[in-house]
């Protein structure tokens, strides 16, 4: 009865230790450098059940497929997040990146970019384009007007999932700011 008894102490320490690691590591700050995009996702548990998504984004050819093994992804199953390595030159299309995230079997809970450009306004909205690009976002936050006429700007930020799901093509891609330089 002891040696149970010490097996579930033993069973139920090692769990609250490896469930604190996990919250640590998803709730960790995220770091977004240039020419990459971080997506936050659910349920990526382990490396042979994440292939799928993995397989369905190296076919976006807005990735740099000359970084992370080849194809452009690299999946960290500790933080749940996915790494993206972008060229800079082309736009980054976050519908096609949430749909191969989902096709693969997951759920995508946020997307985090780093952009270099200018900001104008454009009635009431603040729009970044990216120097390298030319993709559009509209700046989320407070104070955003104080941007205008700050010349070339690096911002990262948060697109929500909803944004993505109902975003047009043609439509900025709406990033909430988490830091400027």
């Known amino acids: 009865m002891r040696v ?20 640590t590591a998803e709730t960790a ?19 042979f059940c994440a292939y799928g998504a993995e397989k369905n984004l190296s076919k ?11 194809d452009g992804v690299l999946i960290d199953i500790q933080s749940h997040r996915i790494t993206l390595a972008l060229r ?13 995230i989902t096709k693969g079997g997951y759920d995508p809970v ?11 306004q454009d009635g009431d909205r603040y729009l970044l384009t990216s120097t390298e690009s030319g993709q559009v976002f509209e700046i989320i936050g407070d104070n955003t007007e104080r941007l205008i006429g700050r010349g070339s700007i690096r911002m990262t930020g948060r ?13 900025p891609t709406p990033v909430r700011i988490s830091s400027i330089d």
């Open 60 to 70: 976006l050819e807005f990735l740099d497929d000359s970084q992370f093994g080849g």
């Open 4 to 23: 149970q008894l010490l097996i579930c102490t033993v069973l139920l320490a090692t769990n609250v230790a490896l469930a604190d690691q996990a919250e």
């Open 159 to 171: 697109v929500d999932v909803a944004d993505v799901a109902d975003l047009k093509a043609d439509q």
């Open 110 to 120: 946020s997307f985090h970019v780093n952009v270099q450009g200018q900001v104008r």
């Open 88 to 100: 800079p030159e082309q736009n980054l299309d976050l519908a096609r990146v949430y749909k191969a």
């Open 29 to 47: 700050e995220i770091v977004v450098e240039p020419s990459q995009a971080i997506v936050q996702v659910n349920g990526i548990v382990c490396s």
